[in-house]
């Protein structure tokens, strides 16, 4: 019997009666030796991981209004910081973009 792959990446038995591979351990166990005679690697699930993306810097502003908010003390906000974070993010994903539409007129 041919074993496929289901959006997962997880092997079942396509000539199965069952369409859940789970149904039963007689089923779990035939679709996981069947997956070990036609899939030799992991490579062949197709399962494909992106690199993890690297986490923000916390600053003392994001600290300060975690802090306020869990704590419930509105005081503890720099609201200054907070606004010249914002803008600083802001620039940043304006040059992102640009970058990404001078890489796409690159190839028009």
Do not use: Y
Not at 18 to 23: H, L, Q
Request: hydrophobic share 35%; glycine share 2%; aromatic share 2%.
């Amino acid at each position: 019997m041919p074993a496929t792959h289901n959006a997962l990446g997880n092997c079942w038995i396509a000539a199965h009666p069952s369409t859940n591979p789970a149904s039963s351990p007689d089923c779990a166990a035939q679709n996981a030796a069947s997956c070990a005679e036609t899939c030799a690697t992991a490579a062949d699930h197709h399962v494909e991981l992106l690199p993890p993306r690297d986490r923000p810097k916390t600053s003392t502003a994001v600290a300060r209004r975690f802090l306020s908010h869990a704590l419930g003390m509105p005081g503890l906000r720099d609201k200054s910081a907070e606004q010249q974070l914002a803008q600083l993010r802001q620039v940043k994903k304006d040059e992102r973009r640009e970058k990404d539409r001078a890489r796409a007129e690159a190839w028009d």
